[in-house]
Structures are given as structure tokens and as C-alpha cells.
């Protein structure tokens, strides 16, 4: 009964006086448990139950040795007591220092559960301030905001990544990795980019980053000047809501396999919940890079999709029928068309639609050979 909000009223109503002198004379509910939880709030309204809506009752609870909460009290103890004592195994113990020693295990099992919640929360509490930022961004998109000014600042991210990535600043221009960056710049954008060592020996970091970008800026425009008639921005959000999607998905399958072991790194001396927070927000930084590099190259990859043509009205053309009865020793004329015979135009099928004029087993094969359709091409 407990949680479902319904109270058990045995005669406590003030319009059942004959029912609650009945009751208050047999000594109200009588609640017995077979066992203590847990938790002493659950004990707390069992004894309630007792006296709700006024009624007398009276509340008894009863343990064994090898119950979980006598372990945790030290059944051991109490064992070796009684057979010292020489009390029988079914012999009923009350004591009052019993009980509070019970209560005090039950207050202990309580603070360690409330540290696992704790903990729960504190793990959850990473995962949530994630959500935040990642629904942000989806919630701008579907608001119907602008995107553009977004995705150009990826594009610009994206070029400083690759220039930090294989053109790095505290390096100089001769041991840049040029074929890796003209290789990223040639599978993303589809720029060529092949200087001569003379050229790179004179590449200032800065002024070739400001050159990307720019060059990345006037491509992105002719990408959006190649969807003419289409809504360029809607496509936009598409993409990127269709990217943020899939890598959040991934990022919480990630941590949900993460949290499960994270635990391990107690015993390298290190804390788990500060380890997580550091490995949870390596992950998110990851994904925000990988939503990042996805939506550069599809945007550069998509096709703006084909228009069909009009159908344009053509007027049907037919060959008309061979003769029938034509020799077949004239030869070159018959054998360079060799099927007129066979189209006829048929009456009802629909207009000048050609049909397959029915050829007899013992009539000249239409192919021009000279024999019978049934030796020829009738076989």
C-alpha cells in the first residue's frame, strides 16, 4: 500500500462512530514485519499505517541472524552470546540496545547509499553541462537562425587546424609537411596547392593563413551560387543538425563505456570522478572536431541536385510495312531492313502505336533468307 496514496482506514472516519468504538476495543491495526529495511523510512511508514486517521495500532518487526542488516550489526557476536547463554535457536531476543544498535546500521547503509547517488549525480553532472552546450547549438539551428556565419567560422577553424597540423608556427617554412597539407587542402576544397622550395622558403605563416581563408571564403560563395534556386541556408542546417546528430549519439555511447570502467584507475592511486571529467572532456573536444571536419567536406562534397528537363512534344515516327509478297532475290533491300515487315500499325491500341503483324509457319521469313519463317527464324 505504501506509495500508492490510498490510507487504510479501519474506523477512524468521524461518521463511522460504531465502527471506530469496534476498532479502538480489538486495539487498532496491528502492522508485523518480517524483516527491517534498508532504509528507516520505509520502517517509518509501515508504523505510520498505525495511526493514520486517528486509529490505535501497534507495530512489531522481526529479524534473524543471517538477515543483511544483522550482518552489518554483527550477528557473529550475538551467535556466540547466545550459545555461551545457552538460549535455543528459536528463542525471541528484545533488547532496546539491539534496536539502536539496528538503527545504526540502517543509518550507515543509508549514508553509503546516499554517497552512490552522489557519485551518480556528480558523473551525470559532466554528461549534462555537454547537453547544454550541444543543445544550444541544435536549439539555434531549429529556431530558424542563420547559420552562415557559423559554418564560415568552421571553414576558418578548419584551415588554421590544417596549418597548425602540418604547418606549425615555432617550426620553420623548410620543415613544414607540405604534401600533407596540400593533400588535406586537395581532398576538403579541391585547391591545388604545389609551391616550389624556393616559394616555401619564403611562405609567411600568417599571410598564407589570411590567403586560405580567403581562398576558402570565395569557394564557399560558389558553392552557394551552384544551389541557385534552392534555399542554400536550409541545406546548411540540414547538414550540420545531421552531423551534431550522429556525433553526440557516439560521444554518449562513449561515456556510458567510459563510466563502466573508470573506476579501474582507483587502483593506479588516481581518482575516478576527476579522471572522467578530464577523459569526458578530451571526448567532447573530439567530437567538436569531428562535427567540424564532417560538415567542411560534405558542405564541398554535396551535388546540387539536377533539375529534370521539360518534356518537350515529339511526334511519332513509323516506318510503314514492306510488301508482304517480296522476292527474296532482291536481295540487299530486303536484308538491310529486315524487320519493316514486321511492324503494321494497329487500330485501337492507341494511335500509331506499331504491333507485331502475326507471321504463318510456311511464310517467307521476314529476315530475308528466302526460306520459310518455320526453317528459318521460326525454329
Known amino acids: 500500500m505504501a506509495g500508492r496514496g490510498t490510507d487504510i482506514v479501519l474506523g477512524g472516519l468521524p ?32 508504523r505510520g499505517r498505525c495511526g ?43 533488547s532496546g540496545l539491539v534496536s539502536k544498535q539496528i538503527e545504526g546500521a540502517q543509518r550507515r547503509v543509508e549514508t553509503h547509499n546516499f554517497d552512490i547517488r552522489k557519485q551518480l549525480v ?19 539551428i531549429l529556431d530558424g537562425k542563420d547559420v552562415s556565419a557559423h559554418v564560415l567560422q568552421m571553414f576558418e577553424e578548419d584551415v588554421e587546424w590544417a596549418l597548425d597540423q602540418f604547418a606549425p608556427k615555432e617550426a620553420y617554412p623548410e620543415a613544414w609537411d607540405i604534401p600533407s597539407l596540400a593533400a588535406h587542402l586537395k581532398r576538403v576544397y579541391n585547391v591545388e596547392f604545389a609551391p616550389t622550395p624556393q616559394e616555401v622558403s619564403r611562405f609567411d605563416r600568417g599571410t598564407l593563413q589570411e590567403e586560405f581563408k580567403t581562398r576558402v571564403r570565395e569557394l564557399y560563395a560558389k558553392r552557394a551560387q551552384e544551389f541557385e534556386g534552392y534555399d542554400f541556408h536550409e541545406i546548411e542546417k540540414m547538414v550540420l543538425l545531421q552531423m551534431i546528430d550522429h556525433a553526440w549519439k557516439n560521444h554518449l555511447y562513449d561515456l556510458d563505456h567510459m563510466k563502466r570502467y573508470i573506476h579501474l584507475r582507483a587502483y593506479g592511486q588516481k581518482d575516478p570522478k576527476i579522471e572522467y571529467q578530464k577523459e569526458s572532456f578530451t ?24 533539375r529534370a528537363p521539360k518534356p518537350v512534344a515529339m511526334a511519332a515516327r513509323h516506318d510503314e510495312p514492306g510488301a508482304e509478297g517480296e522476292e527474296a532475290g532482291e536481295g540487299s533491300s530486303a536484308a538491310a531492313q529486315p524487320r519493316r515487315s514486321i511492324l503494321k500499325k494497329g487500330d485501337g491500341v492507341g494511335e ?25 527464324c521460326g525454329k
Open 122 to 140: 556528480d558523473y551525470d553532472n559532466v554528461m549534462n553541462k555537454q547537453r547544454e552546450v550541444v543543445y544550444g547549438l541544435r536549439n539555434r
Open 352 to 376: 500509331g502505336a506499331p504491333v507485331l503483324q502475326k507471321i504463318g509457319r510456311n511464310d517467307p521469313c521476314p529476315c530475308g533468307s528466302g526460306k520459310k519463317y518455320k526453317k528459318c
Open 52 to 94: 493514520r486517521q486517528g486509529d490505535p495500532g501497534e507495530t512489531r518487526f522481526y529479524l534473524a541472524l543471517d538477515d543483511e542488516l544483522m550482518r552489518l550489526f554483527g550477528s557473529d557476536r550475538l551467535q556466540s552470546l547466545m550459545e555461551k547463554f545457552g538460549m535455543t535457536e528459536d528463542e525471541p531476543i528484545e
Open 283 to 306: 571526448l567532447f573536444e573530439a567530437m567538436l572536431e569531428r562535427i567540424r571536419h564532417q560538415t567542411v567536406e560534405y558542405l564541398f562534397r554535396i551535388q546540387a541536385p539536377k
Open 15 to 46: 461518521l463511522d462512530a460504531q465502527n471506530q468504538g469496534e476498532v479502538v476495543a480489538v486495539g487498532g491495526l496491528y502492522v508485523m514485519g518480517t524483516e527491517r529495511h534498508d532504509a528507516r523510512r520505509i520502517d517509518n511508514q509501515l
